[in-house]
């Protein structure tokens, strides 16, 4: 059994086969996909989709970092309302951080909405599952700031290297691998060498970042096995119990 724990199943560019799609996921052995929110113009397909496959997918909500705009304060009262009213609906809160790649103008109303989201998390013991680019020093500042014992979460698509890994594991927080991993030149598959397998979950942030041989082509669930094999090489172990221990850590944190 394989958990995808960070997937965008309901965006567009699965409309043409989305059926389909979710029929290769379980073909792959793809028991459970966990769909984070990105703002007020994905809740609706992504509710729409739990509803349709109740046994297959689970449901977080918040705003997306590169989503945080003029309007900041009415999309974080849309998330604050679907956790004061649909709390049983919600596994974790997310996509939530600092993306500095895109938009370094909105640095602090980025900074504001992630840590407006960490509190809502600490007080309803949720989960939280992180978006990082170019911004491990400043999502640090924010959890180290922040840190209590009923924050935790995951570091989405995690791509730092020996000194994030070493925060990632003080603040108790879990490392996601996906497609990146099997990227040549990436250095994923060094850094991986020094995370412990009770430290990652495993994702396919689909439809991007599909891994080898499919890089390039838009990503869906069922190619986690080609990330969970890369893992499996790298750590010398059988697949079997990378898909075992990964699975086992998900349900930990997400509490499934």
Avoid at 185 to 193: C, E, M, N, Q
Wanted: charged share 25%.
């Amino acid at each position: 059994m394989l958990i995808d724990t960070h997937t965008h199943i309901y965006a567009k560019e699965f409309e043409k086969d989305r059926a389909a799609m979710m029929q290769r996921a379980t073909e792959a052995g793809i028991d459970l996909m966990l769909l984070p929110a990105i703002d007020k113009s994905t809740f609706g397909a992504m509710q729409e989709l739990a509803k349709n496959y109740p046994n297959q997918v689970k449901m977080m909500i918040g705003l997306h970092p590169c989503s945080v705009k003029d309007n900041v304060q009415e999309e974080l009262a849309l998330v604050e309302a679907e956790l004061n009213n649909k709390r049983e609906k919600y596994i974790a809160i997310g996509e939530i951080g600092i993306d500095l790649f895109w938009d370094k103008t909105t640095l602090d109303q980025q900074t504001e909405a992630f840590r407006t989201q960490l509190r809502w998390a600490k007080v309803l013991k949720l989960p939280v599952a992180i978006h990082v680019r170019n911004s491990f020093d400043e999502i640090f500042a924010v959890l180290e700031a922040e840190k209590t014992e009923n924050l935790n979460g995951v570091l989405h698509c995690f791509t730092g290297g020996k000194r994030h890994v070493l925060k990632a594991r003080e603040l108790g927080f879990y490392m996601g691998i996906g497609g990146v991993v099997t990227f040549p030149g990436s250095g994923i598959d060094h850094v991986l060498k020094r995370i412990n397998l009770d430290e990652i979950i495993l994702e396919t942030d689909a439809p991007y970042l599909a891994p080898v041989p499919y890089k390039g082509e838009r990503n869906e669930p069922a190619f986690i096995t080609k990330v969970a094999e890369k893992v499996a090489e790298i750590k010398g172990i059988s697949v079997t119990e990378v898909a075992d221990i990964t699975s086992a850590n998900a349900k930990k944190l997400f509490k499934l």
